[in-house]
T-cell receptor, first 118, second 114 residues
Framework: AQKITQTQPGMFVQEKEAVTLDCTYD???????LFWYKQPSSGEMIFLIY??????QNATEGRYSLNFQKARKSANLVISASQLGDSAMYFCAMREGPPGGGGNKLTFGTGTQLKVEL | GAGVSQSPSNKVTEKGKDVELRCDPI?????LYWYRQSLGQGLEFLIY????????KSGLPSDRFSAERTGGSVSTLTIQRTQQEDSAVYLC????????????FGDGTRLSIL
């Protein structure tokens, strides 16, 4: 079974609109972390936002917020007020277990290609 | 620079040759990771180093792949007897070890096997 599932291979959004990128995950661990990364066409991986499994509040970082629904095992990324520079591939990733020891590697989804249009 | 540095940025080699890819992590980051990204795909974990602990090699696809980290800093990923399916972008990342600390990635090495 896939540990991270991103069901939207491609998404379009109008500039200044909000967009939600879906991510569901599968783990039996109680302690885990969820990350979103952005990869523009230039190739670098840019960290956007983090949600810990025990965090009670949904994470927010500027225009990025994470809609964390633990019971449904979903961690959707919401980008508000989209900009042309947001056009990129977006990856959801999970760290299973607490940090340290063997629990630090990330498992990535297959990504969602977002295109922001005028 | 302050970020993760990888070299070379591009490597083209013939099938059967050995290649070495280098990663210089962010100063002070105790954890170092290697991932592989094939064309149009997500990232695939290869190996993880943390301090003096034995590395987690569970993601290495075959015994042709090996990695070492000297002095707790620079790491080298070696692929022996390269095959065409080894063609990919190899990404290195480093991090601190706290639950909310992200992995910071280098720009990667694009490896092409002819």
């Amino acid at each position: 079974a896939q540990k991270i599932t991103q069901t939207q291979p491609g998404m379009f959004v109008q500039e200044k609109e909000a967009v939600t990128l879906d991510c569901t995950y599968d783990t039996s661990d109680q302690s885990y972390g969820l990350f979103w990364y952005k990869q523009p066409s230039s190739g670098e991986m840019i960290f956007l936002i983090y949600q810990g499994s025990y965090d009670e509040q949904n994470a927010t970082e500027g225009r990025y917020s994470l809609n964390f629904q633990k019971a449904r095992k979903s961690a959707n990324l919401v980008i508000s007020a989209s900009q042309l520079g947001d056009s990129a591939m977006y990856f959801c990733a999970m760290r299973e277990g607490p940090p340290g020891g063997g629990g630090n590697k990330l498992t990535f989804g297959t990504g969602t290609q977002l295109k922001v249009e005028l | 620079g302050a970020g993760v540095s990888q070299s070379p940025s591009n490597k083209v080699t013939e099938k059967g040759k050995d290649v070495e890819l280098r990663c210089d992590p962010i100063s002070g980051h105790t954890a170092l990771y290697w991932y592989r990204q094939s064309l149009g795909q997500g990232l695939e974990f290869l190996i993880y180093f943390q301090g003096n602990s034995a590395p987690d090699k569970s993601g290495l696809p075959s015994d042709r792949f090996s990695a070492e980290r000297t002095g707790g800093s620079v790491s080298t990923l070696t692929i022996q007897r390269t095959q065409q399916e080894d063609s990919a972008v190899y990404l290195c990342a480093s991090s601190l070890l706290a639950k909310n600390q992200p992995q910071h990635f280098g720009d990667g090495t694009r490896l092409s096997i002819l």
